[in-house]
């Protein structure tokens, strides 16, 4: 019975992802990564969901709220607030499915599962912060670089006028 209301809530989400993935990327390329956002959320909140209806904490779901964590930190180019935010999100969603879920609450189980949490938040949240510093950093570069190149370029155009008057002195 709940096998076909997952599959069917699994396949609904996966939907709404992918139409929110080209709703991204054809119509509002500006809004791309809240939209990816949104739909990491909508993710954690069927995985939260799932916890909650199926054996609360200790439900082996809680390893799909680390998965998107890591895809967060480490796939999305997301700032150190939004990792720590989502992060954060993802941590009060598996305390409400474990406190909400209708099984019994193991506590050795929930405090388990919450560290193996908090340390992949930890970590994509470090991510996050080290990838926004190398974009940060490729950024400053590259106008760097261009400020040379206009600056060779400006240099050679007086070079290329010096003798060509020089040229037309002889």
Known sequence: DQFYFFFLLRNACTLTVGVLAMIAVKLVPAYVKELTIAGYSLIQVMLAYRI???????????????????????????????????????????????????????????????FFLVSTAVI????????????????????????RNAELDELNRQKTHFFANVSHEL
């Open 52 to 114: 909650a209806v199926t054996e609360g904490s200790s439900s082996s779901y809680y390893a799909g709220l680390n998965i998107a964590l890591i895809g967060m930190g480490f796939f999305l180019p997301t700032v150190l607030l939004e990792t720590f935010l989502f992060s954060l999100a993802t941590l009060i969603l598996y305390g409400l499915a474990c406190t909400l879920a209708s099984s019994p609450f193991f506590a050795q189980q929930f405090y388990v599962n919450a």
């Open 124 to 147: 994509a949240t470090a991510s996050s912060f080290f990838f926004e510093q190398r974009r940060r950093n490729e950024f400053s570069l590259s106008f760097e670089l261009e400020q």
